[in-house]
């Protein structure tokens, strides 16, 4: 017969199954946990297992262990951890502290008031403040719904652009700073047969985060971002994002990027930027840990900011990303969870993964330490920035995202323009507006 | 009595055929017909009964319009190439030579390669620096390259040639032995009355692989409307949906929007264009010519 829907269906079942037994028990964790207190029983910690691993986690583990006897902790984690979450997380019987990746939908298990809010322990004392005052507020601020706190930031994902500084200096080029300067620079590219740039075309937020956001928030500041985010009627097409719109546009036209990217992986593009094809690509600063099995001999990569398109924004602005920690509202030991992440993100543990894998993360002082080459330009950019967003309506709002991803693709592909690809995406925003069924969510400054 | 000793016996030994089949495949059916009526984001166990929402929705939704829309295309430009080729090879293959025997035992390999290792090798050969473009250019018809995965008009057929290429070899097996199964009497009656070649195929050998050609197509019909790796893996859809298919369509409600209520309402639809398509073969295969005539 039709197995898919066999398979759908038996996947439903699968999830459903174990819903008859214990999924009431959440309300037991109703008291906030604070991580204070005595520490016992069982722990245990899912993790997805990216391109950092998952050793440091065990590590920070086993050392808690040492410290508290009475805990059994059980770190486990894979590259597609969410898989297993979710049924668990039907079942009522989830993990008690849970850092599930990019796989997971984590507004909807907030939705769905499966998180436990975090506050409570935020406020407690951690040396000479709190341990809220640990945490960069600005990345605090992107795990918040409500004012309240329903997961914890940990590692930084910058977004910017990438190059080759040994490219860059054999040709004598300097990275560009605005988009005029990178006009400029293009074309002395493009003189020497290499494309300024490339991009994942089939992953199209790669150019709508290393582009279209940062260019709007440079022509429009940081508020064109914060109304379209929070879908203010007409701010997706506004003249912020029409311009910035049509400054993709205009590179493409000018034959700046890559042939044939609309076609390609994340993968495949990166490839033929540190092939030498292309100059620069846009990308988080994963791109060295995502790329190091390929990268030729020779090659490096050095991030710099997104050219400012010179408008009346902030050139510091940055666009970044978290993926972040999780206590689920059924986690049967939620405050040893806090407890044991309290540990993880102190600033010794924190020095200790940036040095270790090579990430910045939200834990303020963790980059006062001797930072890998390929960090210290992110590491500053960081720093200097007024303001830091991220793009959280890709995952607010996923199939008006979907639109958008669609529509910047067909424009790259000279099949619309640049007003008709921002007029599908103020629709497309509309359509949202009008779901009454879509639980809807507020960016704050 | 003895039919009733008859009758025990076939119930005991259907039984425990019958209640696996209703225990993993009628009950799960029904509860998906089930599920399609809630709104549910598959996170937890909250479930809100929405009726005949989702197919509402499901009814207006442009995108699995556009997804259907592609895999009848997929299945009219992937099907008449694979039936034809198959038949072709399948008259190859036969004999004894040093080539129909090389050619026998290679022929399927495609299927034994995994789906997944297919689609990254046809992502490779489509990629613009792949090999499809450097063959395009060593044979000077620079004009012709193309982003084959990234322009609107070709990414669907790309990816119908590497279904075709994964497909193919399993079709030629079954019109071989087909072909196998043409009693050789017909074959010589058919010489002696002087219809060879072309003529010969016409006339007598189509006809003969009636039953072949009804269980290809119906499997054809299965396999190209439930393509899922393929598809996702090659172009993820894109670009912007110009090569979504059902079930790339149904895997983006389900787990990257949460909409586990209305995936399932998505699977209901595409197994009821898959039972109709079908039924509809079956109607169009109905009589065997072959024996009508006799």
């Known amino acids: 017969m039709n197995k898919t ?113 975090l506050d409570a322990a935020l406020d407690t004392k951690v040396g000479d403040g709190t341990w809220r005052d640990t945490f960069d507020p600005n990345m605090l601020k992107l795990c918040q719904k409500d004012g309240k706190t329903y997961m914890l930031p940990y590692y930084i994902m910058v977004y910017g652009w990438w190059y080759d500084p040994a490219v860059f200096e054999k040709n004598g080029w300097t990275p560009p700073t605005t988009f005029s300067e990178l006009l400029v620079l293009g074309e002395k590219m493009k003189a020497v047969g290499v494309a300024p740039m490339a991009f994942q075309g089939q992953y199209p937020y790669y150019m709508i985060e290393g582009m279209l956001f940062p260019w709007a928030q440079g022509i429009g500041g940081i508020q064109a971002i914060v109304d379209a985010q929070n879908l203010k009627p007409g701010a997706w097409n506004s003249p912020a994002f029409l311009k910035a719109a049509q400054m993709i546009d205009e590179l493409n036209k000018k034959g700046f990027f890559l042939a044939g990217s609309t076609g390609m992986s994340h993968t495949e593009s990166q490839t033929q930027f540190l092939n030498g094809k292309a100059a620069m690509v846009p990308c988080g600063s994963w791109i060295e840990s995502e790329m190091k099995e390929v990268m030729p001999p020779g090659a490096s990569v050095q991030y710099m900011p997104v050219p400012f398109s010179e408008g009346s924004g902030d050139p510091t602005a940055l666009l970044i990303g978290v993926e972040p920690w999780m206590v689920p509202a059924a986690a049967k030991n939620p405050n040893a969870a806090v407890a044991l992440y309290k540990h993880m993100t102190s600033l010794e543990k924190a ?33 200097n920035a007024k303001v830091v967003y991220a793009n959280l309506v890709r995952q607010w709002y996923p199939e008006m995202w979907k639109e958008f991803e669609g529509g910047i693709t067909s424009m790259l592909n000279g099949e619309i323009t640049p007003q008709q690809f921002v007029d599908r995406c103020e629709s497309a925003a509309e359509k949202a507006r009008q779901n009454k069924n879509l639980v809807k969510y507020e960016m704050s400054l | 009595m003895r039919g009733r000793g008859r009758t025990a016996f076939i119930i005991s030994f259907l039984a425990p055929a019958v209640l696996f089949y209703a225990a993993f495949v009628l009950w799960p059916l029904v509860q998906a017909f089930q599920f399609s009526t809630f709104r549910w984001r598959g996170l937890s166990a909250r479930m809100t009964p929405v009726g005949g929402d989702n197919y509402r929705q499901l009814w207006e939704d442009q995108a699995f319009a556009t997804a259907l829309k592609n895999n009848l295309l997929l299945l009219a430009e992937a099907g008449v190439v694979i039936i034809a080729l198959a038949l072709m090879v399948a008259h190859v293959v036969r004999g004894q030579g040093p080539v129909q025997k ?14 997944v290792v297919v689609a990254v090798m046809w992502q490779f050969i489509f990629n613009p620096q792949g090999l499809f473009n450097a063959g395009l250019r060593a044979l000077g018809l620079d004009a012709l390259t193309r982003t084959w995965l990234g322009e609107s008009a070709w990414a669907l057929p790309s990816v119908a040639v590497a279904f075709v290429w994964y497909a193919v070899g399993f079709y030629i097996m079954l019109f ?11 074959n010589e009656a058919a010489e002696l009355d002087g219809s060879k070649g072309w003529h010969r195929f016409c006339h007598i050998t189509w ?3 009636w039953s072949v050609k009804r269980v290809a197509v119906t499997y054809l019909v299965i396999n190209v409307m439930n393509t899922f790796a393929l598809v996702y893996l090659m172009t993820r859809g894109g670009p912007d949906r110009r090569s979504e298919v059902m079930l790339t369509y149904l895997y983006e409600q389900a787990f990257v929007n949460s909409n586990f209520g209305y995936a399932t309402a998505l699977a209901v639809g595409n197994f009821v264009v898959v039972m109709g398509l079908s039924l509809l073969i079956l109607f169009l295969f109905r009589r065997n010519p072959v024996e009508a005539r006799a």
């Not at chain 1, 086993?62 to 039907?90: C, T, Y």
């Not at chain 1, 940036?354 to 834990?363: A, E, P, S, Y």
Request: hydrophobic share 45%; with cysteine; net charge negative.
């Open chain 2, 102 to 115: 090389f050619l026998r035992s290679i022929y399927l390999f495609p299927q034994v390669v995994s789906m």
């Open chain 1, 5 to 117: 829907l066999l398979l759908a269906t038996a996947l439903a079942v699968a999830i459903l199954a174990g819903c008859g037994g214990p999924s009431s028990s959440s309300a037991t964790a109703s008291e906030a946990p604070t991580g204070e207190g005595e520490l016992k029983g069982d722990l245990e910690v899912m993790a997805f297992e990216g391109g950092y691993g998952i050793d440091m986690f065990q590590k920070a583990a086993a050392e808690f262990q040492e410290l508290h006897p009475d805990l059994k902790i059980k770190v486990s984690g894979n590259p597609r951890v969410w898989e297993q979450i979710r049924p668990r997380m039907v079942a009522g019987n989830p993990p008690d502290l849970m850092f599930p990746g990019w796989g997971m939908d984590h507004w909807a298990l907030v939705a769905e008031d499966q998180l436990l809010p």
């Open chain 2, 176 to 186: 071989a032995a087909g072909l196998e199964g043409i009693p050789q009497e017909v």
């Open chain 1, 351 to 383: 020095k200790e993964f940036v040095r270790t894998k090579g990430t910045l993360m939200t834990i303020k002082g963790s980059d006062q330490v001797e930072l890998p080459r390929v960090l210290q330009k992110p590491a500053e950019t960081v720093r």
């Open chain 2, 207 to 209: 006809h003969l692989l």
